[in-house]
């Protein structure tokens, strides 16, 4: 367990001695404030479990304490505060952590010698606005990890619309399996939402789309597609529109983001396939929702499947496998094995050209004369995360596509491993 000292509203060293003489295993952190800055309580340094927080900020402070809590894989913290510092430390705890971080506060009572300075603030945003800035401007100057932003671009996708494939590299995340460009907050994993926020907001200026909206799928593993404009469900894998402004997003880490794109309509959808999804016919659903409401020809939809993973690394039990089988015999190379491979990017190109896209508008790993932007996810530690490779603390990358406006689109888009 870790214990938080809040030394900066309120909370006097004193009112912890009793608590920390009950458990000699804490790992003690000391968040000061200008009262405590220069002299912190001689009775709690003693401890060689014991961490001052002195930072320039709060939310440096606190990044510094999860860093070290991240490190010693401790996810319960008890907090002894004040009312008023509790109240701001919970906007921080939203912003900082997930549900995997387990928040104890216990309050003190309010210390009345405490400075002025911390009794009120200057700003008129409200607390939360405050915080938020505080955090998002703390977070925009940290390095990117692991080199510079990158993404994959398919040269099959017309030069009217933007898009890409994101890898891993020039984002904040630290903790390994997400590192760096993690683009997806779970309640599951470490990686919290500011954090999350931040990488997009990198991924955005680099790819150009910013700021326009982002819309990511809300995974359900099946086969609903979102016609934007329409009420949307609470779930869904795909997501259609023609609207300008907006730009579409399919996760993953395995599972395939798949892009379509409309040239003569200027319709585009995003999908996220993965083996259930595939089965479902997710990909064709898809397809079908840009003909029935926008008037999209099959023939004249461009496809573009992003990193995944590969046949050589994707094993099914034998009889979920087998069920690809009828999909096309090739999708399960080792149909014989107790937990055969399975081909899931093939089973969707399959789909698609049944369903009417030709064979030449799929940009897929069967595409050799152009760089693929279908590589295997877990072959590739370094540029992608995957499920398969890491377990359930995974990363995630996605497939975006917008509708340029007219002034964007000119020059033609650049090869899949150039820069946006």
Known sequence: MALLVDLRLGCSPEHT???????????VFLLC????RDTPDTFLTSSRQTHVLDCRSTTESLYQLKQTVDRLDLSVIRVLTSPQGRAELSHYQRLLFTDVYKFDYAVTPLDTTMCPSGTGSAHKDTPGQRIEAEVSAFLQQLPGLHGDVRVLK??????????????RTGGVSYIPTLS???????????????VVTENRRRLAVHAGFHPLPLRMVKVNHASDVWVMGKAEPESY????TDQRGVVLAAPGADCMPILFSDPVKKVIGAAHAGWKGTLMGVAMATVNAMVMEFGSRASDIRVAVGPSVGVCCFTLDREQALEFRQIHTDCVPDPKSAKPHVDIRLANRVLLQK??????QIHDNLVMEQPSVTPCTSCHPEDFFSHVRDGLNFGTQVGFLWIKEAEEQTGTPEGPHGSM
């Open 180 to 194: 760096s460009m993690n683009l997806f907050c779970s309640s599951r994993r470490r990686d919290p939402v500011a």
């Open 154 to 167: 398919s040269t099959l996708i017309p030069g009217c619309f933007g898009h890409g494939f994101s890898t």
């Open 33 to 36: 404030g200008d009262r405590f």
């Open 237 to 240: 894998d795909a997501l259609v």
């Open 17 to 27: 001695g009793s608590f920390l003489l009950k458990d000699t295993e804490l790992q």
């Open 355 to 360: 369903g009417g896209v030709l064979p030449e």
